[in-house]
């Protein structure tokens, strides 16, 4: 049975720093495209960043790159999120999806986590 659990979010101060985790059961996640997403209260979900399978490469948003990093540890079967100098437009729901599109969003693709909460205010 595939699952993906994320965990890691809360509530941060605008200019911090917040890392999330996504545990995947079931699958073996390197074989397997897989990445974060983002839900933001009134607007739909999109891809922040993932692991581009048919080319080896990473997807970052435009709205996250050179501050958000992807990264997976094979041992422990997990993918992280290292979010720094966040804002207060990064506040949302964060989920990690496995097997389906980054850029163009289809919940009803693939598998997916149920979500952790990332609140930026001061």
């Known amino acids: 049975q595939v699952q993906l659990v994320e965990s890691g979010g809360g509530l941060v101060q605008p200019g911090g720093s917040l890392s999330l985790a996504c545990a995947a059961s079931?699958?073996?996640?390197?074989?397997?495209?897989i990445g974060w997403f983002r839900q933001a209260p009134g607007k739909e979900r999109e891809g922040v960043s993932c692991?581009?399978?048919?080319?080896?490469?990473?997807y970052y948003a435009d709205s996250v790159k050179g501050r958000f990093t992807i990264s997976r540890d094979r041992a422990k079967n997990t993918v992280y999120l290292q979010m720094n100098s966040l804002l207060p437009e990064d506040t949302a729901v964060y989920y990690c999806?496995?097997?389906?599109?980054?850029?163009?969003?289809?919940?009803?693709?693939?598998?997916w986590g149920k979500g952790t909460l990332v609140t930026v205010s001061s």
């Open positions: 692991f581009i399978r048919y080319d080896g490469g990473i």
């Open positions: 999806a496995a097997e389906t599109p980054c850029t163009e969003v289809d919940t009803d693709l693939g598998y």
């Open positions: 079931g699958f073996t996640l390197d074989y397997y495209q």
